[in-house]
């Protein structure tokens, strides 16, 4: 009998951010929500943002590497299922190279936040 293939299954990634980063969430979920007349939730946002990233320049991330500090107190969970997550790192390996320096998925997490805020 043959053994079924086992099944990716979803990542959660615990995100702790900083005050300014949590504000800059909260905007793009309620922008988004706005925009789209129903509620979005921090995984739209991101989801929304990494349809457009390949369109960032370097500027923009140098923007925003100066603009705040990242890392805080505040735990944000994002759960991606195992398509998302594949886009989600291949995302971060470019964020990464803009950003020219290592980073994780909080620092992608928040630039998607940043993205959509100041995309128009």
């Known amino acids: 009998m043959a053994t ?3 099944k990716e299954r979803d990542s ?14 909260v905007k793009a979920i ?7 007349r129903s509620f979005a939730n921090l995984k ?9 990233i390949h369109e960032v320049e370097a500027w923009e991330v140098q923007a925003f590497k100066e603009a705040l500090p990242v ?3 505040i735990s944000v969970h994002i759960r991606m299922r195992p398509e998302e997550k594949g886009k989600l790192l291949k ?7 803009l950003l020219e320096e290592d980073c ?17």
């Open 71 to 73: 890392i805080g107190p």
């Open 30 to 36: 309620s922008l988004l929500s706005l925009e789209r």
């Open 44 to 52: 739209t946002v991101v989801t929304e943002a990494l349809e457009s």
């Open 104 to 120: 994780g998925v909080r620092e992608l997490v928040v630039f998607c936040c940043y993205w959509i805020l100041n995309r128009n």
């Open 4 to 6: 079924k293939p086992k």
């Open 12 to 25: 959660n990634h615990r995100l702790d951010v900083s005050d300014e980063g949590f504000e800059m969430m």
């Open 91 to 97: 995302a971060k390996a470019e964020f990464c190279k």
